[in-house]
């Protein structure tokens, strides 16, 4: 095995393989943990896009609150889920699909588009600054979760990640966006394991098998990650699995790694020497 694979799995925490029914039982075990630990929180804020990462995210968020209800019978406890969508998203109904699988306590929706749009028109209108579509698609994301910390900010709330090692790995979402957040139930697993716990909750495949995109640039809609990232996430799957991957594989996966290690820090200060 590579050095520097060596050192990302054991940095992110990823296993060879996986017990589904374990991994569920650990990870809402974690939320519940948190939940008693600061009793204060009494809410699970995430949004739901109808991909595979936040549909599971959001059912284990679920699973854990109903268990929590029922051990101490205090029911201010609520998992809400958000619809974040930039208009009309392309693939609505799987959005649809993923909240009635996971059958969250409360469901909000609030259109981004109408903050976005306005932003960009205001640096073009009074700073003659054009926003580019790469650009737009980051407001949108730190938008979302902006919207999430407002909604968790209201019902006494913690925010969730959907982040995971095969997205850690390669830095492949928004810093201070998707990026930010409470807790992070997905911490840890590939991209293929999650799908192994979509199947052991009986999930419909459809939720879990659909190609995987960020979707926020307009100029490019629907780019597959793996066309982005310019590797499939089996590569990416067996290299945090400590498998063997091929040279080329190898290289893009860390050089991935390497250009987006200041998205896996808290702001620079004076003392930190990961970056020099």
Same mark, same amino acid.
């Given at each position: ?42 809410? !699970? ?17 679920? !699973? ?25 998203? %392309?693939?609505?109904?799987? =959005?649809?699909? =993923? ?9 909000? %929706?609030? /259109? ?5 749009? @306005? ?6 209108? +009074?700073? /003659? !600054?054009?926003?580019?579509?790469? /650009? ?16 968790? $900010? ?13 997205? +850690?790995?390669?830095?492949?979402? %928004?810093?201070?966006?998707? $990026? =930010?957040?409470?807790?992070?139930? #997905?911490?840890? #697993? ?7 716990? #979509?199947?052991? !909750?009986? @999930? ?25 990232? $310019? ?46």
């Amino acid at each position: 095995m590579r050095e520097l694979q060596k050192k990302i799995i054991s940095e992110l925490k990823s296993k060879p393989s996986i017990n589904a029914e374990l991994e569920i039982r650990e990870r809402i075990d974690f939320i519940k943990s948190y939940l008693k630990k600061y009793p204060f929180i009494e809410s !699970l804020v995430l949004g739901i896009s109808g991909g595979q990462d936040s549909t599971l995210a959001g059912r284990v968020a679920q !699973l854990a609150i109903n268990e929590i209800i029922e051990e101490t019978g205090n029911t201010k406890y609520q998992f809400i889920a958000v619809r974040l969508p930039y208009g009309e998203q %392309t693939d609505e109904a799987d =959005a649809q699909k =993923a909240l009635d699988f996971i059958q969250a306590d409360k469901v909000f %929706t609030v /259109n981004i588009k109408p903050s976005v749009d @306005a932003l960009v028109s205001e640096f073009k209108i +009074n700073s /003659n !600054l054009e926003i580019s579509d790469f /650009n737009k698609g980051n407001l949108k994301a730190r938008s979302r979760m902006m919207t999430q910390y407002a909604i968790a $900010g209201e019902f006494k709330g913690a925010v969730l990640g959907t982040d995971h090692a095969a997205e +850690n790995i390669t830095g492949f979402y %928004t810093k201070f966006g998707d $990026g =930010a957040a409470d807790l992070l139930p #997905l911490s840890g #697993l590939t991209k293929r394991q999650g799908k192994q716990l #979509l199947a052991f !909750l009986e @999930a419909d495949e459809a939720l879990y098998l659909k190609i995987p995109t960020a979707d926020l640039e307009e100029n490019k809609p629907m780019v597959a990650d793996e066309v982005a990232l $310019g590797v499939t996430y089996d590569a990416i799957d067996d290299y945090l699995e400590g498998k063997k991957v091929t040279d080329k594989d190898a290289k893009i996966i860390e050089s991935w790694f390497l250009k987006t290690e200041h998205k896996r820090h808290l702001p620079i200060t004076k003392n930190d020497t990961f970056w020099k």
